[in-house]
């Protein structure tokens, strides 16, 4: 079942208290009742960019892993699955 999302805006005073969902869940208390309130984005940015996990690659074929591109990479994987299958087909097919 998809419930809406309903957005509330809230005064100045109750900002810095909701500023902290930005680094942890808040429990809000009304009554009886208790709301647990996360951020959209609670997670820290990563230090991780495209080019420091290529960078990081062992080297692929003789070249280091920020020296080969995207569909480079892509090509390389789609024929490593094509030959794994492949030996799972032979292997299969061999007994």
Do not use: C, Q, W
């Amino acid at each position: 079942m998809t419930v809406e999302t309903k957005r509330i805006t809230v005064d100045e005073d109750m900002r810095p208290l909701f500023e902290e969902a930005t680094t942890h869940a808040l429990i809000v208390e009304v009554g009886d009742h208790a709301y647990r309130i996360n951020a959209e984005r609670v997670l820290p940015d990563s230090p991780y960019t495209i080019d420091s996990v290529y960078g990081s690659l062992p080297p692929i074929n003789g070249r280091p892993g920020s020296e080969i591109s995207n569909e480079e990479l892509e090509d390389m994987i789609d024929a490593s699955k094509e030959a794994n299958a492949r030996d799972i087909f032979e292997s299969i097919h061999a007994r």
